[in-house]
């Protein structure tokens, strides 16, 4: 008797596709808020202001979704997530992972991946052609940031080349400055310190994966900061990254781009960044220390809708 393989149920297949786009990480898709709220009160009750940060937003989840799933693609086939996500590994649940769960198969994870790359693109295409402004920079900075997010582990493969953190930098920072650039037509100051707080965010989380990764990831040969340099040059890395956050928002200040009560309001941020350095450089936990890396971000993006808020009202 010839026994046909069982299809999973509807329901089960699209939580492990949500699972696999990592759609529970929804801190990237906060862009949108911190956008809004750095443009003017007129522009803000535009409804095509609404319609293309909407636009936006849909189309970034497609570039992540593309993203994580052909990174997950490339870890599952090299082995460096079965590595980094063995059984019983602290903080580390196999079940995010559908792959080496058996929820999903690679040809499945890639048919998937490029689907949600062309549903960025298509997304984003829509989202310049509806928008007030269609600045050259912004059109070129938009086809640049899906180029890096979906060749960061496929294709070109650019974590394992060195470029791992400047691609998350860079693709997180521009999430905010694409969708501004297009609603206001130009790059203020503030919109600059605040897209490179949102992408530094986002790495002061990897940075601290990276660690517990570090030999799954040598292993497979990726070539991050972690796995070049020795543990102590690389939490003196940690370090410095770190003290970038307050140094960018002291130039903000300085120059005029923040106000100066800018800093003060940002100190709920700070306490949060000093508990994640004890736990991550002091007690060694990186994995506690990501964690407290994502608090940091989420409330990083309260503090920035309300000193926009207030920044505006003043003005």
């Not at 058996?102 to 509806?130: D, E, H, N």
């Not at 693709?171 to 100051?189: D, K, R």
């Not at 991550?280 to 971000?297: F, S």
Request: proline share 5%; net charge positive.
């Amino acid at each position: 008797m010839t026994v046909l393989p069982v299809t999973p149920p509807l329901g089960d297949r699209l939580r492990a596709y949500a699972k696999l786009a990592k759609l529970s990480f929804y801190d990237y898709y906060l862009c949108v808020f911190v956008v809004w709220t750095l443009l003017t009160a007129p522009a803000r009750t535009d409804p095509s202001t609404f319609a293309v940060l909407l636009l936006f937003d849909l189309g970034w989840a497609g570039v992540v979704a593309a993203t994580v799933t052909l990174d997950d693609v490339t870890g599952y086939r090299d082995g460096s997530d079965d590595r980094n996500y063995a059984p019983g590994a602290a903080l580390r649940d196999r079940a995010r992972k559908p792959l080496l769960s058996g929820a999903l198969t690679v040809r499945q994870a890639v048919r998937f991946g490029y689907a949600a790359a062309l549903w960025g693109v298509l997304c984003w295409t829509a989202a310049i052609l509806i928008a007030p402004y269609q600045p050259v920079g912004a059109i070129v900075a938009a086809a640049f940031s899906v180029f890096i997010s979906v060749q960061y582990s496929y294709g070109l493969r650019l974590s394992y080349r060195g470029g791992q953190e400047l691609v998350i930098l860079l693709s997180t920072a521009l999430c905010v400055l694409i969708p501004y650039w297009l609603l206001a037509g130009s790059v203020s100051g503030l919109a600059l310190l605040e897209s490179f707080l949102f992408g530094l965010w986002s790495l002061l989380v990897s940075v601290y994966s990276n660690v517990n990764d570090v030999e799954g990831d040598r292993a497979a040969g990726r070539r991050n900061l972690a796995t070049r340099v020795s543990p102590d040059t690389y939490r003196v890395l940690i370090g410095l990254l770190t003290l970038l956050e307050p140094v960018a928002i002291g130039i903000a200040v300085a120059t005029g781009a923040a106000p100066w009560w800018f800093a003060v309001i940002w100190l709920p941020v700070l306490l949060i960044r000093l508990r994640q350095v004890g736990f991550g450089l002091l007690r060694e936990q990186p994995l506690a220390a990501r964690k407290l890396g994502i608090t940091a971000h989420r409330t990083g993006v309260a503090v920035l809708v309300v000193a926009n808020l207030l920044i505006f009202h003043v003005r």
